[in-house]
DNA sequence: TAGATTGTTAATCGATTAACAATC
DNA sequence: TAGATTGTTAATCGATTAACAATC
C-alpha cells in the first residue's frame, strides 16, 4: 500500500465498489470494465480507474477486471478481511435498529456491547447481547480487543461518552449524535447525521421551485 | 435567492450550522462570529462567510452575527421554515426507529405514513401510525401533499419501491439502502449508507497501522 | 479613533476528467 | 492484426483559504 494521501471521497467510493462488485459476484458476473462499475455506480470511468490506482493494478488492459479478485482486493483495502469488534452505546431505538442492522454483519462488523446508563434499559436484551452498564465497557472492549466504538445517544450525552469510549482505548468513533464532539489528535471520528441528507432534499426542492419563478 | 450554483457541501455545512446556532439560542447566547461558529463545528472562519456570501449578508462588520436572526435565515434557506410530511416505506427495525427519532420532528420533519408489503407487520402501530399496505401510499401522499419518500427496506426491494413512489407523485427520496437507484431526471436523490463511514474507520486504522511499519 | 469582524477578491490547493500510450 | 480497455499524465474544473478593503 503506498502511503500517499488517500482522499476520503476515494475511500467512500471504493467502499461502493466493494458492495457493487459483491452483488456482480452473487450474480456469477466474472469480469467488469471501469465503464461497467461506472454504470452500477454512478461515477466515470475514470473516476473509478483513479480511485483503484491509488492502491496497485489490478486489471486487465483490453478485458477489466476479475469480479472475485477486485471484490477482494477492495475489501482487503478497506480493511474488511477481518472481523471488526464494535462497541455500542446507545440503546434507544436508533441503537436497537443498529444492532439488527444486517448490513453491518455482512460486512464483517459486530456489535460484541451494549450500553447504556438508563437503568430501565441495563438487563434488557437486544439480539442476543444483554444491556450493560457503561462500567463494564473497559472489561468487553479488553475481551474482544475491541477499537471502535459507536455513540447512538442523544445529543446532550454524546461528548462525555465519547471522552469514556476514548479513555478507556477505542480508536475510532462513528458518532450517530448531531453534535460536532472534540477529541485527542489521532483518534478517528465520523459522524452519520440522518437529518442532513434530509435537509438537503428540501433545499433543492425549494431551489428549484424557486428557479421556476 | 441567488440562482448561483450552490456546492452540495455549502448546504451540508449550512445544516450543520442552523443546528449549532439554535443550540447556542438554546443557551442564551446572542451575538456570534464567524470564528466562533468555525470553532465550534470544526470547520475554518472563511468557509463559514463564504457560505453563507452564496445567499446574502446577514453579518455586522466589526460586531459578527445575531443568533437568532443567522438560525432563521439558514433555516429558512434549508427550506425548514415549514413542515414537511414524510413518507416511509419499511416497518423493520430502521423504519422503526426512524418513526421515533428526535432529530426529525425537532426540524420540522414528520412522518404521515408508514407502509410495508409484509403482511405480519401491516396493521400494527408505530409511534401513533398504523403500517399500512403499499396500495394505501397514493392517497396518504395527496391528504398530506408529501414531496419526499424515505426508503428503509432491504437492498433487493428498493428500486421498486422508489419506482412506486415516483409514480405516485413524491418528488425526492432518501434511500437507506446500499443501492444506486435508477430514478428519471428530475427526482431528488440521496443516500445514507450506515457503514460506509465505519468502512472510512477500519480504512484508516488499516492505514495507521501500515504507515508505522 | 482604534479594534474587530464582515464580505469579497485573488491565490492556492486538490479533485475530476479528457486523452492517449501501453498492452491484452 | 484489430479492437478493447487499462493505467497514467496533463488539462480542466471547482472548492478552500489567505488576505484585505469596507465598515461597524
Chains 1, 2 share one sequence.
Not at 141 to 152: D, F, L, P, S
Not at 165 to 179: C, D, H, Q, S, T
Request: proline share 4%; aromatic share 8%; net charge positive.
Amino acid at each position: 500500500m503506498k502511503t500517499l494521501r488517500v482522499p476520503e471521497a476515494t475511500v467512500t467510493r471504493l467502499s461502493i465498489y466493494s458492495r457493487y462488485l459483491e452483488r456482480l459476484d452473487r450474480n456469477g458476473v466474472t469480469t467488469v470494465s471501469s465503464g461497467e462499475i461506472a454504470e452500477g455506480v454512478g461515477v466515470s470511468p475514470a473516476q473509478v480507474r483513479k480511485d483503484l490506482a491509488y492502491f496497485g493494478e489490478f486489471g486487465t488492459r483490453g478485458v477489466g477486471y476479475n469480479v472475485k479478485d477486485l471484490m477482494r482486493y477492495t475489501k482487503k483495502i478497506l480493511g474488511l478481511d477481518q472481523e471488526w469488534p464494535l462497541i455500542l452505546v446507545g440503546a434507544g431505538n436508533l441503537g436497537y435498529a443498529l444492532c439488527t442492522y444486517k448490513g453491518f454483519n455482512s460486512r464483517g462488523f459486530k456489535i460484541v456491547g451494549v450500553f447504556d446508563n438508563d437503568l430501565t434499559k441495563i438487563g434488557k436484551k437486544i439480539a442476543e447481547l444483554e444491556v450493560l452498564p457503561m462500567e463494564k465497557m473497559p472489561e468487553i472492549i479488553q475481551e474482544h480487543k475491541a477499537r471502535i466504538g459507536i455513540i447512538a445517544v442523544p445529543p446532550r450525552a454524546a461528548q462525555d461518552v465519547a471522552d469514556f469510549m476514548v479513555k478507556n482505548g477505542l480508536e475510532a468513533i462513528l458518532n450517530f449524535a448531531p453534535v460536532a464532539l472534540n477529541l485527542p489528535e489521532g483518534i478517528e471520528i465520523r459522524n452519520v447525521d440522518l437529518s442532513v441528507k434530509l435537509e438537503i432534499l428540501t433545499f433543492n426542492l425549494g431551489f428549484k421551485s424557486a428557479q421556476r419563478l
